[in-house]
């Protein structure tokens, strides 16, 4: 309705109270005039605010160290926020290095279309040396680019729970061209997949929305020993439903003979802390996490 009205044509003024223009208006008819201002102004003030919220940022920085992995904070190097242009976001971001290229990948979300898209953004010793450049697009909205290398070359997984599969799309060439290949994982509205190898196979995590749970709370997990399947559901599915620490922020990370995941705490609303989570059980029968850091 609010966009309905917004969009439709200016139409002149009516003079108030049926006088005429030249009419000197009174006290109470000027401030109905003035109300209706006010209420024209909100009413695109709100439309504003529908359209170009919420409104995600990426920050990044240079360490010398293990990072948050090792401190367990986000105290220390200042944070750098990557610029957007205001009709658009980027969020989701995935550092990635390839032929001695650092490129990072982002979520771009164009509040105008109103889906997202992959795009990369180059990074060198100082930090971005160029703006975001589109490198993978499809009619649906796709996010979370998750990088990995297989076999020499550099894949991705989009997030794509719009049409509810999980697909590998292949570099050709870095970062610019991606060539979808196969859908891995079908009827499946599966939010922020992430893929590793572990124990002799390939696991992926993902959140799962359906009658059992929702995309921020409702863990579920995947394993092929191949990497294009076939897949099969962990039989524990959801293996977890916990708001702080079901979603994925990222990639798995082994330190020390330990494997650890980032996770999205939204117990306070969708993205609004970072949990460090130890994996301690996981096999096909089992899975078991402890969080031991929330940022």
Not at 72 to 84: Q, T
Not at 85 to 107: H, L, R
Not at 151 to 168: D, H
Not at 187 to 205: C, E, N, R, V, Y
Request: proline share 7%.
């Amino acid at each position: 309705l609010l966009i309905k009205v917004l969009s439709a044509p200016q139409r002149s003024i009516r003079p108030i109270d049926g006088h005429s223009p030249s009419s000197r208006p009174t006290l109470s008819s000027a401030s109905r005039y003035s109300a209706r201002l006010i209420s024209s102004s909100a009413l695109r003030r709100a439309y504003q605010l529908c359209l170009f919220s919420p409104h995600w940022r990426v920050g990044w920085r240079f360490v010398d160290d293990g990072g948050v992995w090792e401190s367990r904070s986000l105290a220390g190097a200042p944070w750098n926020d990557i610029a957007d242009p205001g009709v658009c976001f980027y969020a989701d971001p995935f550092p990635y290095t390839s032929g001695g290229k650092t490129f990072v990948f982002v979520e771009e979300f164009d509040h105008r279309e109103g889906k997202g898209a992959i795009s990369a953004i180059p990074f060198d010793e100082r930090g971005p040396t160029g703006p975001a450049r589109p490198v993978l697009s499809e009619t649906w909205h796709l996010s979370y680019p998750f990088l990995f290398e297989y076999r020499g070359e550099v894949w991705m997984i989009p997030e794509s729970s719009e049409v509810k599969k999980i697909s590998l799309y292949r570099a050709d060439p870095f970062p610019s061209q991606w060539t979808f290949e196969v859908d891995i994982i079908d009827d499946t509205d599966a939010h922020d997949a992430s893929l590793m190898q572990f124990a002799g196979k390939w696991w992926i995590f993902a959140t799962v929305r359906d009658e059992l749970g929702g995309a921020m709370d409702s863990l579920s997990i995947f394993f092929a020993d191949e990497l294009f399947g076939p897949w099969s559901a962990h039989p524990r599915n959801p293996v977890l439903i916990d708001a702080g620490g079901a979603r994925q922020a990222g990639r798995f990370h082994q330190r020390e003979g330990k494997l650890w995941r980032p996770v999205q705490d939204c117990r306070g609303g969708y993205g609004r802390a970072l949990g460090l989570a130890e994996v301690t059980t996981l096999d096909q029968h089992d899975f078991n996490q402890v969080v031991h850091t929330v940022l």
